[in-house]
């Protein structure tokens, strides 16, 4: 399995404010992936990010909203630019154990509350 | 494109009561097929796979799963439920390879409440 940590575990800011949020692996992964979760509903795939290369975003994120660092095979950060009220949410990082088939798993979660 | 279907929103049955959650996808090949459950507050944990071979899938917390090509659906069950069972569970779709690159896609999630 893979350990993910995520720091910090929740967070209150201002709009138009930033929001870092960090994410570590135990050992060395392929790729992370960031998923946003309102309350009470479905995770959204927001980006993958791969060692050494640029985020690749879905559908309705961007970079400039939300730009994700991968400096390493262990490390992520998603970045919350320009907070708005409509961005609280929880914001987990996930990522699997080297090769396919493997299980999917998740951090702790951020909680974000935007004022 | 890849979809997952859950139709049942929220799900209410007595302790000791078979469970059964509804899944079905919508994928035009192999299906990598996933669920997940969510306690209240917390991260979401694994609970099993269906990668091929055997169409029922055992995993964690005595849940098991059923893959049916022919309705393409993935039903999660367990029985009986206990009232530690009650959180939300989410089936999840990968594809279309099985790799370290690979994405999850998500269906809306069933709460599950289990009364005692």
């Known amino acids: 399995s893979v350990l993910l940590y995520q720091k910090p575990n929740r967070d209150i800011c201002q709009s138009g404010t930033s929001l870092k949020i960090q994410c570590v692996a135990d050992s060395q992964v392929v790729s992370m992936f960031w998923y946003q979760q309102f309350q009470e509903q479905s995770l959204m795939l927001m980006a993958t990010?791969?060692?050494?290369?640029?985020?690749?975003?879905e559908s309705g994120f961007t970079k400039d909203k939300f730009p994700i660092s991968r400096p390493n095979l262990t490390f992520s950060t998603l970045t919350v630019n320009n907070a708005r009220p409509g961005d609280s949410s929880i914001y987990f990082c996930s990522s699997r154990e080297w090769g396919g088939w493997n299980t999917l798993y998740f951090g702790a979660g951020t909680r974000l509350s935007v004022l | 494109a890849q979809s997952v279907d859950q139709p049942d929103a929220h799900v209410t049955l007595y302790e000791g009561a078979s469970l059964e959650l509804r899944c079905s996808y919508s994928?035009?090949?192999?299906?990598?097929l996933f669920w997940y459950v969510q306690y209240p507050g917390q991260s979401l944990q694994f609970l099993l796979k269906y990668i091929t071979g055997d169409a029922v899938v055992k995993g964690t917390k005595g849940f098991e799963a059923e893959f049916r090509k022919s309705n393409s659906s993935f039903n999660l069950k367990k029985s009986p439920a206990h009232w530690s069972d009650s959180a939300k569970y989410f089936c999840a779709l990968e594809g279309p390879t099985s790799s370290s690159f690979s994405k999850l896609v998500f269906g809306q999630g069933t709460s599950l409440s289990v009364v005692p």
């Open positions: 990010a791969n060692e050494g290369s640029e985020a690749t975003y």
């Open positions: 994928y035009s090949a192999a299906p990598y």
